[in-house]
C-alpha cells in the first residue's frame, strides 16, 4: 500500500490594507459629501440673487487670492516631498541641502506655508468686513463665508496634524514605517483640503 508523499506547503502571505489608511480614505468620502453640499448651498442662494451676487463679488480681490492659492497648492508639493522621506525612513535632514531633507524639515515648510494662507484668509475677511460684506450682510456674505470658513477650519485641522507628526518624529527612539504610515495619511488629508480649495477658488474667485 502507497503512502502518499506530503509536500512542504509554501506559506501564504496575505498582505492586509493599513487600518488608518483605510479609516482616513472613507472618512475623506465623507467629507467630499460634505464639502458637496457647501457648493450646492452656494449655487443655490447665487441662482435665486445673481445680481447680488455680481456686485458683492466684484469686491473680491483675485490677484491677492491667487498668491494665497499658490502658497496653498506650493504647500502639498513640500507635503509630498516629506511623504518621501517618510517612505525611505528618513526622518530628519542629512544636510542643510533640500535635496537631503526629511520628514521633519518638510512637514515644517508645509506648515509653514498652511498658516500664511490661513493668516492671509483672516486678512482678507477683514478687508471684506471693511468693504461691506459681513456673514450677516446678506445672503452672498453668508455663503461666502459658509464654504471659506469651513474649509479654514479643515486647513487648521491639518495644521495641527503636521505639528502631531512632528512631535511624534521627534519623541520616538527608532523611526518605524508605522510613524511613515500616519504620516503618509497626513498626506492624504493635506492634499484633500488642497483640491477642495482648488474648487472654491474656481467657484468663487474665477467663476463670479
Not at 24 to 51: C, D, H, K, N, Q
Amino acid at each position: 500500500m502507497s503512502t502518499a508523499t506530503s509536500l512542504p506547503r509554501t506559506p501564504v502571505v496575505v498582505n492586509r490594507p493599513n487600518v488608518t489608511s483605510v479609516g482616513v480614505i472613507v472618512w475623506l468620502g465623507s467629507e467630499v459629501m460634505f464639502f458637496a453640499g457647501l457648493f450646492a448651498i452656494y449655487f443655490t442662494l447665487r441662482s435665486v440673487s445673481p445680481e447680488l451676487w455680481a456686485d458683492q463679488s466684484s469686491k473680491l480681490d483675485l490677484p491677492y487670492s491667487l498668491t494665497n492659492t499658490i502658497i496653498l497648492v506650493l504647500s502639498s508639493f513640500a507635503c509630498q516631498f516629506g511623504v518621501f522621506a517618510a517612505e525611505r525612513l528618513q526622518p530628519r535632514r542629512t544636510s542643510w541641502n533640500p535635496r537631503h531633507w526629511g520628514l521633519v524639515e518638510w512637514f515644517f515648510v508645509t506648515f509653514a506655508m498652511g498658516a500664511v494662507f490661513v493668516i492671509g484668509q483672516i486678512y482678507e475677511y477683514a478687508n471684506l468686513v471693511t468693504e461691506g460684506v459681513g456673514f450677516q450682510s446678506d445672503s452672498y456674505g453668508s455663503a461666502f463665508y459658509l464654504t471659506t470658513g469651513f474649509h479654514g477650519l479643515h486647513v487648521t485641522g491639518g495644521l495641527l496634524a503636521f505639528l502631531f507628526v512632528i512631535g511624534r518624529t521627534f519623541a520616538v527612539k527608532k523611526f518605524t514605517h508605522r510613524e511613515a504610515t500616519t504620516a503618509i495619511t497626513v498626506s492624504y488629508y493635506w492634499h484633500f483640503v488642497d483640491v477642495v480649495w482648488i474648487g472654491l477658488f474656481l467657484v468663487i474667485y474665477v467663476l463670479r
